[in-house]
């Protein structure tokens, strides 16, 4: 089948629906049993059935089995945010005394928390170079549990090469796992490329509009035990109101996204062109560091990608992005508006060195009209110039 069928098709059993096209909200703590020995068959065997609130409903199980057709696993988890399901995936691998691999374009608050939690457990976290490719297999040692790979990088982009980083991983007895947020389940087959698990801040482009938290990791056969295993540990579960918005949201994930990619692609052209702008990082660009992996592992791109601007101190960005009136000053993406943020890559590296001509604004292009982001964005390079940038 291919991926916009399972879009429309994915999760939608009939004993979940009841008939009718998308799977109710069953919101739930206590399940009722019909008998002691309907009770006892419950424990034995939680997963068959309404059981407890907290091991999900219908809605959970629908949106669960679409994200894990999708993305080809054994199986998927929700977790209360894109963070919950990054911290949680680590867990459950990393133990005292292991080492952890985690790239240095790394969303910041998972380096936060593995500086921070894992610090404290006795777990030690290596930054890598993002295009380390192969030469990975220099920093693979026995206590190695695990690489955390980001594809393309938080804030600059840089493509991985995911077939290689797990191809050395898995030879010296490691896992990988991808926060792979940013190309969705549908722009990077992640596990038949080498991840063990594939991770999603489902917040941005799966609920796709900007009014929900929620993370999912989708594992292989060979991690899929331990994920689930921790996940319940920990107690992680979502709302049926937020799995049934999210699934709402990755029905139309597919003509959502690729609206946002030809709208990006060609304001990212129209940028690339202006003075002000030194550098376009956009995946799908040449510029782009690892952009040939881009082309040869994703099958498209999105809405976010990052500038980095010519010259141009604090008050010069303050005058391009305080003027814009279609793109919001705010965190997050994914949802159908645009949005900017000022942001620098330099505090979030220690492998690698940051070197901009200089400061970098991270976009997210949104649903609207191109014509009119493109009059917003000349109108605040014209602001951005006058304060003296470019
Ligand atoms: C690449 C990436 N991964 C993970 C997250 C975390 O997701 P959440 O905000 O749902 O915790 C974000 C959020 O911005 C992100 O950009």
């Known amino acids: 089948m291919k991926r916009d069928t399972r879009l429309v098709e994915g999760g939608r059993r009939k004993d979940w629906t009841h008939g009718i096209v998308n799977p109710p909200i069953f919101r739930a703590s206590t399940c009722l049993f019909e008998s002691y020995a309907a009770l006892r068959a419950g424990i034995a065997n939680p997963d068959a059935d309404l059981f407890y609130g907290r091991r999900g409903t219908p809605t959970h199980w629908a949106l669960r089995e679409a994200l894990r057709e999708l993305e080809g696993g054994a199986g998927t988890w929700l977790y209360p945010s894109g963070m919950a399901a990054i911290t949680a995936s680590i867990l459950a691998f990393a133990r005292a005394g292991d080492r952890i691999l985690v790239t240095d374009s790394a969303y910041e608050p998972t380096r936060h928390f593995c500086d921070t939690v894992l610090k404290a457990m006795d777990i030690e976290t290596v930054y890598y170079d993002p295009l380390i490719g192969a030469d990975i297999a220099g920093l693979l040692d026995a206590r190695t549990r695990l690489v955390l790979t980001e594809s393309p990088g938080s804030l600059s982009f840089e493509v991985q090469d995911l077939p290689a980083i797990a191809a050395s991983a898995h030879a010296a007895g490691a896992l990988v ?130 500038i980095v601007m010519r010259g141009g101190d604090e008050d010069a960005i303050a005058a391009f992005i305080d003027g814009l009136e279609h793109f919001g000053i705010g965190f997050s993406w994914g949802g159908y508006e645009s949005l900017i943020l000022p942001a620098d890559p330099a505090r979030v590296r220690s492998a690698t060195r940051w070197q901009a001509e200089g400061p970098l604004l991270r976009l997210h292009i949104g649903l609207e009209d191109p014509a009119d982001l493109i009059t917003d964005l000349e109108a605040g390079l014209a602001r951005f110039r006058r304060a003296g940038g470019g």
């Open 177 to 306: 796992l991808l926060d792979n947020t940013w190309a969705t389940p549908l722009h990077l087959d992640a596990l038949a490329l080498g991840a063990d698990v594939s991770i999603h801040a489902a917040t941005k482009y799966i609920v796709g509009h900007s009014d929900v938290m929620l993370g999912t990791a989708t594992a292989n056969d060979r991690a899929w035990p331990r994920l689930k295993r921790m996940a319940t540990a920990l107690g992680l579960t979502v709302s049926a109101d937020d799995a049934w918005l999210a699934l709402r949201g990755l029905r139309t994930l597919g003509v959502r996204l690729a609206r946002h990619e030809t709208n990006a692609i060609e304001i990212a052209n129209w940028l690339k062109a202006r003075p002000e702008v030194a550098r376009v990082l956009h995946p799908a660009l040449p510029d782009c560091p690892g952009h040939d992996i881009f082309r040869r592992d994703f099958t498209g791109s999105c809405g976010l990608f990052s």
